[in-house]
């Protein structure tokens, strides 16, 4: 009796220049066409490539390898100001200094949110000109004009 043994199938080949396009696009948030230029291949050959199952989880494991890698960077960015803050708020000579990193630290390193009033009311430099209506526009005359005119 033979014996048989499934072979496995061989891994879809991803060429070094899409995997380049898909690098610059997600780290760099470049357009396609920028990001296909920069690696070497065709806008064309980036969108039939992404149409294959492999090339688009080697798409998403490069955006979840970034968002894990920024996500870091903001833990550590978070520590380095709470140190900051900490030293701030024992040697600062300024005890307004002081009392704000004294604010920052207990609320967890959380800014508080900013309310922006705006105005839409004011209108500045548009106006709507309905059908039919003529526009005016006042030119001032320069002064070597009226010189010369007379």
């Known amino acids: ?8 199938a061989p891994k879809p080949r991803i060429s070094s220049k899409l995997r380049k396009a898909v690098e610059l696009r997600v780290r760099y948030g ?3 066409d920028k990001a296909c230029s ?4 065709s ?3 980036y969108y039939k490539a992404m ?5 688009k989880e080697h798409f998403e494991a490069v955006q979840q ?3 894990l890698e920024t996500e870091q960077l903001r833990s550590m960015a978070k520590a380095r100001a ?3 803050a900490l030293d701030l708020m024992h040697n600062a000579k300024s005890e307004a200094i002081r009392a704000r990193m004294a604010e920052f630290l207990a609320s967890e390193g959380k800014t508080p949110q900013v309310a922006v009033h705006v105005d839409a009311r004011q209108v500045q430099g548009y106006e709507y000109v ?3 209506q003529k526009v005016v526009e006042v030119v001032p005359k320069n002064v070597e004009q009226n010189e010369f005119d007379s």
């Open 51 to 55: 149409k294959r199952p492999a090339v």
């Open 43 to 45: 806008p064309a050959g």
């Open 30 to 32: 470049l357009t396609i």
């Open 1 to 8: 009796m033979t014996k048989l043994s499934c072979v496995p």
């Open 65 to 67: 390898a970034y968002i």
């Open 130 to 132: 309905r059908p039919g």
């Open 38 to 41: 920069d690696a070497g291949i």
């Open 82 to 84: 709470i140190e900051v």
